[in-house]
């Protein structure tokens, strides 16, 4: 199964783009791949932290802690993650 791709048109700084030229060259990666992979990356960590905050806000306004062992099971969750 194909998945329809579309094309994405970004300004970035020319020194980024310069970087990430190299990177790609120096690696032999396709620049497309490198960036597909790097924005699902950041977006997952931009999900994780926005829970996080959310999670913090919802456990500040019930007065509801977390205890050792919760937070120390949620880590090791959260870092399979990745």
Known sequence: MRIE?????VRIPILLKEKLD????????KMSHVVKTALMDKL????EELEDVRMAK????DGDFFSQEEYDRYLKKRLRKK
Do not use: Q
């Open 5 to 9: 791709e579309v094309s994405l048109g």
């Open 22 to 29: 190299h990177f790609c060259e120096e690696h032999g990666l």
């Open 58 to 61: 919802e456990r500040l306004r």
């Open 44 to 47: 997952r960590e931009f999900k």
